[in-house]
């Protein structure tokens, strides 16, 4: 363990404080020549990306969340964060314990990463600093490789806007005692806040590195989301906002000639601020962020990055091809060979892609122009066409395409031919509403669901989806709530679907 340079906590008294477990959180002999620090605990805990020997353990010590300067109150000092794992919840039978450097030029963020820990089983982690004891954290190991093991309860969400309403979909979702969280994008929102916000972050749009550190730590503060992040791991990935607006690889939405700093400082902010290993620590301008998850043998997630790599094919006048040009990616050349090459090598019984944006073909039937989304993989369709084809090549049992960003609940088959109606579906997609984006919603219907057979259901209602899936079928559970302007909504299944073991179609249920 490194010892702490620089700071007046000395190693013994940290493993004074490490013997008090569960009692007082003030070590005797703690008189330090600096005053201690108040509680730093204020954004919770969280972990993430499983493996069937350990995940990631993250905190970040922030007394003052809101200081403009996106410190979090924390002095200009290292600080060591003890850290320990139980296999109980009141931490009787410790199994791993350590000492981590939380230090400035990382904002007191922490990122642990134990190994050597026993597949498929539940544990409790929490953390201690200057005295200061953390929540306590559930989290758990994935499945040992190959191993089907017990139905998994997945959850997945996006799009969580502060000034939009309350985070209550994220309690709800919390307290359907997922195994595992995904997290599809939009965790956070670039602009400020105007005067009818139900909420109001600190500050301007962000732009620089403490500018996203500040907007990270408000909305770590968030208690319902500070639950969810305690009761299981996450799989994270980011979308457009945790930057800006529909930026593509190094193309601001409007021109900007700062455009790659502001990039640069929006990951460092994403990377401190989630449970990711340190294999997707930024390097410059870039961010290892698309990966695979097993989950023994039931389910393999791949978690895709379609931001980072986008190529447009620009023409020479500066417009962008149209959405059918075989040269536009979405992934890029490197992201698409390492997804296809997983779905060669996969063995899950489901292969699971926790993405972004809207999969499958969805004519928008909105007017005489335009009628795809260009920001979504209609913008990219010979790129899709290839992914499919890969999938369907190499023979993937049960691929499952999860999708957040457009605020509403859809569901939906994929196809390889969308304009014969009885093509065979080669795969679903389930897309996860937003958390609070876009505000309490509506229970109209869409025209799309007219103009698009192969998509089977859409409710303008703030939720997150919940499955349970098993060796034999993925469930899907849509789950709304009728408010989110005020706190407290109740959370409802207003449709749930089926899809069989091997069988690519979509079943009420
Ligand atoms: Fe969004």
């Known amino acids: 363990m ?47 990306d499983p493996s069937p020997d350990g995940f990631v353990l993250w905190t970040r010590l922030a007394p003052r969340p809101l200081d403009d300067n996106g410190l979090g109150g924390m002095p200009d000092r290292v600080v060591p964060v003890e850290w320990e794992i139980a296999e109980d919840e009141r931490f009787g039978r410790i199994v791993r314990r350590g000492v981590e450097d939380a230090t400035p030029q990382s904002a007191h963020t922490v990122h642990v990463e134990p190994a050597g820990l026993e597949p498929g089983r539940e ?49 709800r979702l919390a307290e359907d005692q997922p195994g595992l969280v995904l997290h599809l994008g939009d ?4 602009g400020p806040t105007g005067p009818t916000a139900v909420r109001q972050v600190a500050g301007a749009e962000t732009m620089t590195l403490a500018d996203y550190r500040r907007r990270h730590a408000q909305y770590k503060t968030d208690p319902d989301l500070q639950f969810a992040h305690s009761v299981a791991p996450w799989l994270v990935v980011f979308d ?71 190529d447009d094919q620009l023409s020479g006048d500066g ?24 779905f060669r090598q996969s063995s899950a019984r489901w292969d699971v892609l ?6 499958a073909e969805r004519d928008l039937a909105a007017g005489p122009e335009e009628r ?16 499919v084809a890969g999938w369907v090549d190499a023979g993937v049992r049960n691929p499952v395409v999860l999708t957040g960003d457009v605020h509403r609940h859809w569901a939906g088959e994929i196809k390889q031919d969308y304009d014969r109606p009885d093509a065979p579906s080669v795969g679903v997609e389930l897309v996860a509403t937003s958390i609070t984006s876009g505000g309490d919603g509506d229970d109209g219907s ?64």
Request: some cysteine; aromatic content about 12%; charged content about 20%.
């Open 2 to 48: 490194p010892e702490p340079s620089g700071s007046p906590v000395s190693r013994r008294t940290v493993l004074t404080g490490a013997a008090v477990l569960g009692g007082t959180l003030m070590a005797p002999g703690m008189a330090t020549a600096s005053r201690r620090l108040d509680d730093p605990f204020t954004l919770g805990v969280a972990s993430g």
């Open 123 to 171: 544990y409790f982690y929490r953390f201690r600093a200057d005295g200061h004891l953390s929540p306590a954290g559930r989290t758990r190991t994935a499945p040992a490789p190959g191993l089907l093991g017990p139905p998994l309860t997945m959850c997945f969400a996006s799009c969580s806007n502060w000034g939009a309403g309350y985070f209550t979909a994220y309690r």
């Open 187 to 190: 965790y956070q929102y670039e």
């Open 240 to 310: 457009d906002h945790e930057l800006e607006n529909n930026w593509a690889d190094e193309v601001p939405e409007q021109p900007d000639p700062n455009f790659l700093e502001r990039r640069k400082a929006a990951f460092q902010a994403y990377y401190e601020n989630m449970p990711l290993r340190r294999t997707s620590a930024p390097q410059g301008i870039d961010m290892q962020l698309y990966r695979r998850i097993q989950w023994g043998g039931l389910a393999t997630f791949h978690m895709l990055d379609t931001r980072q790599y986008r």
């Open 319 to 342: 417009a962008e091809t149209g959405r059918l040009d075989t040269r536009r990616t979405i992934v890029g050349a490197d992201q698409q060979q390492w997804l296809l090459d997983g």
């Open 354 to 359: 926790g993405q972004q944006v809207f999969f």
């Open 372 to 387: 795809h989304s260009m920001d979504a993989w209609d913008g990219y369709a010979a790129n899709r066409d290839r992914i």
């Open 446 to 509: 869409n025209v799309a669901l007219d103009e698009n057979p192969h998509l089977k259901f859409y409710k303008n209602r703030r939720g997150y989806v919940r499955t349970l899936i098993s060796g034999g079928e993925l469930r899907a559970d849509f789950r709304v709530l009728p408010y989110v302007t005020s706190a407290g909504a109740p959370a409802r299944t207003e449709a749930s679907f089926v899809v069989a073991d091997g069988d690519s179609t979509l079943h009420p249920a």
